[in-house]
């Protein structure tokens, strides 16, 4: 899930997928045509069930959610560090002897901290990716599909990894969700 996007269903059926001011206007203009819908929208990062206040204009709302939304023409922050390059200074507490063993590497300070992050990355990210992914998928399914047939055991078949089990357990799903949970699961069952 490189970029933030959401989605939003209609009872169990997709109304709508993109960016979150797409959506929730989208939503908006649906709740006005039919005030009885049961819309939920969700984060396709986090699998998180969103709570939007959508009163007023369609720039009023815009506006509220601007707080959500990362601008993409913001210019690098002023200050120290190498701004252009993305860099921000930032202060962070080492104990004396961390600060000494620094002190003895071949490069910088920050050119090792950088070093050791970056391969704590590499070591990390293909279970991170998995967990994420897990994460979001068990959030979305409670909130949405947790009295559909098979969800305990779509949840034991996502943890344990068992793909072939977790499809079989959604197969009575419907189409919209199901295809969304494998959507936001598919990292999930990558091998680490």
Known sequence: M???TYTAFNGHRLLTHGELIKVA???????KVDPHSCVLIFSDLTGIQMDLDLRGTD???EQRLKIFVADKN???VQGRGRPKLGVVAREISL???HWEWLASQSTGAS????????DARKKTSGRETIRQ?????????????GNLPGYEEALRALYAKDEKRFHKQLSEWPKHIKDHVLKLS???FDNE
């Open 2 to 4: 490189d970029t933030q």
């Open 25 to 31: 206007l989208k939503v908006k203009h649906k709740l």
């Open 59 to 61: 720039k009023e709302i």
């Open 74 to 76: 913001t210019t690098s």
């Open 95 to 97: 104990l004396p002897r």
């Open 111 to 118: 050119a090792t901290i950088r070093r050791l992050i970056e």
């Open 133 to 145: 992914a897990q994460e979001r998928t068990y959030k979305f399914m409670t909130a949405i599909g």
């Open 186 to 188: 598919a990292a999930a």
